[in-house]
Each structure stands twice: as C-alpha cells, then as structure tokens.
C-alpha cells in the first residue's frame, strides 16, 4: 500500500509547476516561443528509470505547439512532434529561446530526479 501510495505522490509532483505560458524569447525564424512545461514519460517509481532522464518538454512556436523529448546530456530534443507529427529528431537549439526550453525542462528533471533520490 505504501508503495502505491508514494507512486501517486510522485505522478502528481513529476509535472512541471508551469501551468501557464511563460514567454522565451523568439525563434530563429522570429515567432514567439512560449514554454508550456515538461513531465516524465511511462515512468515508474524508481528513481533509476531512463525516463525520468528525458523529460517530454512542451511549447508553443507561433501557433504551432510542440512536444519535443529532451536529452539533457547531450543538449538537443531527441525528438520534436506537432501533434502526431514527427518533425525532426536530434534537434539542436537554433536560437536563445529554443535553448532556454531545453535548459528549463533540463532543470525541472534534474529537480524531479533529486527529489526522487532522497
């Protein structure tokens, strides 16, 4: 039961505290690129998981949102999809903004993964 209980827990702490847009700066391509939040993907309790390694970021680039998988390591989303949409894999930042959305979904897992360690 305690097992179940701390797995809840995790699930509602493992997504990320912004629930509105936050402004980062514009793309390469001059649209606002607006960050929506990150989460873990198919993770389970243990803190050991690959998942909790490559969190699924979420923005919005004009009108277009997005959900790119980040590799925080390696520093480029492994994955960039607009809607069911695969647009890009390997994706390196091409403008500060992109890079703030990697950077910030990159923080919320590091905060995630050493909340689950303790």
Do not use: H
């Amino acid at each position: 039961m305690k097992k179940i209980f701390v797995a809840i827990a995790l699930t509602f702490m493992a997504v990320s505290p912004a629930t509105a847009q936050t402004y980062m700066g514009k793309a390469s391509t001059g649209e606002a690129i607006y960050y929506n939040g990150a989460k873990g993907i198919y993770c389970g309790a243990e803190a050991s998981e690959k998942c909790w390694r490559y969190p699924e970021t979420f923005y919005t680039i004009g009108s277009d949102d997005v959900m790119a998988i980040a590799d925080c390591k390696v520093g480029v989303f492994k994955e960039v999809r607009t809607g069911s949409k695969l647009v890009e894999r390997n994706m390196k930042p091409q403008s500060d903004a992109i890079q703030k959305v990697l950077d910030k979904a990159c923080d919320w897992s590091d905060y995630v993964n050493s909340q689950r360690s303790k």
